[in-house]
C-alpha cells in the first residue's frame, strides 16, 4: 500500500518516503521518516531529494534516519485491512422500528368492549 502523499518538490511525482520540517528559531533542517499526517508546514520528499537535501549557509541538517526508503504494508497493516473488509461485509440485523409512546392514560388499542391505555411506567 502507498500512502498516497507524493514528493514536495515541483515536477517529481515520486512517492514520499521523508517528512522534512525547519526549526528557524535554531537554523535547523529536521528530515525524518514520513509523518503518519501531511502537515501544512512540512514537505514530503522522495528518496533522491531526502538524500540530496542541503540547508543554506549556516544552517544545521538533521537526518534522524541514514536511509529512507519505501516501505511497503506491515502484516499488522494488511490484517487490519482483511479485518475491516470483513467486517463491511457482514448483513447487521436491521432494528425493528419502535412505535412512538402514546401519553400515560391515552387509549393505545380495544377488544371489544375493552379498551388498553396507557400506564405511567
Known amino acids: 500500500m502507498r500512502s498516497g502523499r507524493q514528493c514536495s ?3 517529481c511525482g515520486r512517492a514520499a518516503v521523508a517528512t522534512l520540517t525547519y ?3 535554531d ?3 529536521v528530515l525524518g ?3 503518519q499526517l501531511a502537515e501544512p ?3 514530503d520528499l ?3 531529494h531526502a538524500g540530496r537535501l542541503t540547508a543554506p549557509r549556516g544552517w544545521e541538517v538533521v537526518r534522524l534516519t541514514p ?3 519505501p ?3 506491515t502484516p499488522d497493516d494488511l490484517v487490519a485491512l482483511a479485518d475491516a473488509v470483513r467486517e463491511a461485509g457482514r448483513r447487521r440485523p436491521e432494528a425493528a422500528p419502535e412505535a412512538p409512546q402514546a401519553p400515560p392514560g391515552t387509549e393505545v388499542s380495544r377488544r371489544g368492549h375493552l379498551r388498553v391505555l396507557r400506564g405511567e411506567g
Open 9 to 11: 518538490r515541483s515536477a
Open 23 to 25: 526549526v528557524y528559531s
Open 27 to 29: 537554523s535547523t533542517a
Open 33 to 35: 521518516p514520513l509523518a
Open 41 to 43: 508546514h512540512s514537505y
Open 46 to 48: 522522495c528518496g533522491e
Open 67 to 69: 536511509e529512507f526508503v
Open 71 to 73: 516501505s511497503g504494508p
